[in-house]
Structures are given as C-alpha cells and as structure tokens.
C-alpha cells in the first residue's frame, strides 16, 4: 500500500509542486546544494516518514540499516501526508523515506495510475517515468501494505458486504471515515465515485488508518474506514476487509525514495538489503510489536534487522 495526507491538495499540484522551484528561478530544489541550508551531503542522509506507524517503523529500520554500515543519519519522521514529505523532498528538507509504488504513482501521474497497470512491475515501470528530476527508486520490497474499505461484522452482515461494489446501494446511508486528504485523491472519494459509482452520505475526516478512524470504526461514528492492510486492528477487531475487484488500490509495495545527490554504493547496498528481507508477513508482525503491544518503535526496528542478519 500501500501508507496518512492533507486535505484539499489535488495529485496534480504535487506534480507540479515537485517540479518547480519554490527558491528562485535559477535554483534547482533538487540539486546537490538546496537553498536555505538543508540538508543534502552526502555525508548525511536525512530521512523522514509520514505520520502514521508503520512509516515511522519503516524509516527507523532504514536510518539503523544505514548507520550500521557507518552512515551518519539525521532523523526527520512524522512529517505527515504525502503532499507535505514530498515538498520536504523537494525543498531538500529530507533524503529519503519509505514509500508504497502504487500510492506513490498515483500521486505523480497525471490523471491518477495508467489503466490497466496494477501489478508491482508495471507500478515500477509506470513509477519511473514520472519520479521528479533528481530522485530515484531503489529496489522495491515484497513487503506490501494496501489501502482498504473496512467495516465492521456487524456491517458486513446488516448490508451483504462483501466487495466494494457491494456499497454502491447503500453508501447513501452510510458515514466514511478516512485522513482529510482522501477528498481529494482519486484512491480515496474521487476514485470511489469514477469508478465504482458510489457516493457516502457523510464523510467524516479522521486519520489515514490510525486510531482514529479504527477507534470510529468500533464505536460506530463511522460505518466505513481507511485501514492500511497490514494494520493488526483488522484481526484483533475481525473487521472485514471489502475486496476490490476493480483493482482501485493497486500494488503497494514498500520502496525506498531517495534524493539522487543521497545516494551512494553503501547507502543502496544497505536499503536494498532492507528491501530484500522486507515481506508483508513480517512486516505485520513487527508493526503489531509497536501497535499493540506498545514497544518502542527503535527497539522494535533494531530486532527486525538482528532477527534478518541486517546489523
């Protein structure tokens, strides 16, 4: 998924917003030396995360990952939707973050993901012609983390729901949940309602698949959530995840993004070794670690990479 955004912000703006300069007209917000001081050495890597759990958890993993082979790391997480890490990005503020291919396209490509590109390949292929000058991906993992319709059981059986087609005859009845930024994003309300036809009576702004909307979700504020795939709320609650049979969210593999000017021989030798050991099983389990049972996300990163041969 594939991981938390602002509202009102069209992917078209972040297309253009990564692709001119906010310093000047003769600056390049993606050179090797970003305007106002921020960080882009080489030397330095500076990574950032969105603001839910599982980014934070993933670049916890890449910032250990990285110093273990001598790497100085700066640590920038919790920045929050996509709109505002990739200006971080752009503007030099961070490096390099976790993010998911198919999301990530979506975001960049004008018009949303070509037709019929929904498996982690085409995502790639699609994903590197539209990457912004100056970044690039590293290899992607197995590891995949999708958007979801969730509802309650309770739900699923009041309304026969077992896909997301099967909401088009009642969302008029029914209250969404999601982070603000999902009124505006074709995987969010916008694609519900091109592709599948359906139109919620309430949408109520929460978060991208944290405690919010899943605390919403149990109490009944909310008839529907945005919960990532790999969140353990899904089977610790047995919600029921809505299929998508018109392949709304496509892959969601999890992919280092990273400045060129960043990247060097060990800073990719060491991510792609992250990458390699990444899956969407062990990925749930270490993220449950921290959500439920409320370890430290450092502690929990730093077992994962021991437990992989990775430090």
Known sequence: MLRTRIAGVLAAGVTLALTLSACGANDDPLSNEPAGGSSASTSTVTIGSANFAESELLGEIY?????????????????GARELYLKALQDGSIDLLPEYNGALLSALAKGGAPEGVSSPDQVLTELKKVLPAGTEVLEQSAA????TLTVTSATAAKYSLKTIEDLKPVANQLTIGAGPEWQERYQGLKGLESLYGIKFKTFK??????????????????????????????ATNKFVVLEDPKNLYLAENIIPLIRTAANNPTVSGA?????AKLTTEN????????QVDKQDTAAVAKAFLTENGLV
Do not use: C, H, M, W
């Not at 995949?144 to 958007?147: G, R, S, T």
């Not at 929460?206 to 899904?234: E, R, W, Y």
């Not at 991510?271 to 990458?275: M, Q």
């Not at 990925?283 to 921290?290: C, G, P, S």
């Open 271 to 275: 991510l792609n070794a992250v990458s």
């Open 144 to 147: 995949e983390d999708k958007d």
């Open 283 to 290: 990925l749930t389990t270490y993220l449950a670690k921290v």
């Open 205 to 234: 702004p929460l978060d991208a698949g944290g405690p919010l909307t899943v605390n919403a979700l149990t109490k009944g504020q909310i008839d529907v959530g945005n919960i990532f795939s790999t969140d353990s709320s899904i």
């Open 63 to 79: 910032a250990q990952a990285l110093e273990a082979k001598g790497v100085t790391v700066k640590r920038q997480f919790n920045i």
